[in-house]
Structures are given as C-alpha cells and as structure tokens.
C-alpha cells in the first residue's frame, strides 16, 4: 500500500541549527528512534552541533532536508557521503517520520527529494541504508523507490535490550549520466 498524497501542505528544505530542538523532539519520540540508530533522550545541543557540522563548507555535500507542516517538523532525511575517496560515489541514507505524520506521505515526499537530489546533482550512483528487519513499511517504501536487499545482518543493533537484525538495501542510478559527445564526421 502507498503513501496517500498529503492533503496539507509541505514543505522541505535544508536543516539548519535552529531545527536542533526539533530534531531533539523528533529523535526523542520512543516509536521513532526505536527504528533509527538514534539513542534515547537526545538533547537540543547535541543536535545543534549535528547541524552545524552539516552545515559547513566542508560538509556541503551532506544533504539534511527537515519536513515542515504548517510550521512545524514533521520528518527529517539526510544523504551522507562516504568520506573515503573510491567510495565517493556512494551514501548513507537516512529518514524520520514523526509519529503524528506516518502514513501522510511525508516518508515519500523525503525520499522522492533525496532521490532527485542524488541522481541530478549529488553525482552519487549508490544509496545505501539500514533497516530493522521488523520496519515492514520502511521497507516497502524503499522498495517503491528502487531499493533492493543486499543483504542481513544478524544482531546488527541494540534494541530495547535485544540486539536486533537489520537489512542491507541499496539503490543504483537508474540512468548514470553520461557525456554527449559530438559526431566526428
């Protein structure tokens, strides 16, 4: 089942440190950070340093997009580019949906952005994330995206005093760019 369209209006952009409380919030939700490899009780400090270390020149090609409706952040997404140099074409994706707002189409509005960000500018040919085995509409919201399975890895996290499995999925270009060259003749 898909995402409905969301019957109110969103708007994404790029996070900056006067979201850090908002993430604190978001992060800090119980049925939220039990699906991320986020820790309880997340403080807006924390947070803000996160931001600001996104937001410098050094990490400009860090994508951290927050969701907001009727002024308020309802969800979070962020491409992570490796740093190490034969892996630059690759990144770590993740997302958060507030509880309030799961199901709207908030996850897919986050991930349809990161996706176009990805293959139009962000010269990245893999996505790469995580995902806890149980997270059934995580995964088929990024199945619908074109993520595939890659692999499993048992006892990947610590969850709630149980050490958890996760999924590997993965996402390649669909249509890797290429160069135009003239006709010779």
Known sequence: MSDPAPTFTLT????????????AQLMGDPEVYAGL????????????TRLADNNTPARADHLQLVAERDGQVVGSAGLHPSPQLRRRHTAVL???????????GVGTALMQALCDYADGWGQLLRIELTVFTDNERAIALYRRFGFRQEGLHRGFA????????????????????????????
């Open 94 to 104: 993740g997302i958060s949906v507030a509880r309030p707002a799961q199901g709207l």
């Open 37 to 48: 490899m986020q820790l309880p009780f997340p403080s807006d400090e924390i947070w803000h």
């Open 158 to 185: 610590l969850r709630g005093g149980v050490y958890t499995d996760v999924l590997s999925m993965a996402r390649l270009h669909p249509q890797p760019p290429t160069l135009a060259w003239p006709d010779a003749g």
């Open 12 to 23: 994404l952009r790029r996070a900056t440190t006067r979201d850090a409380a908002a993430f």
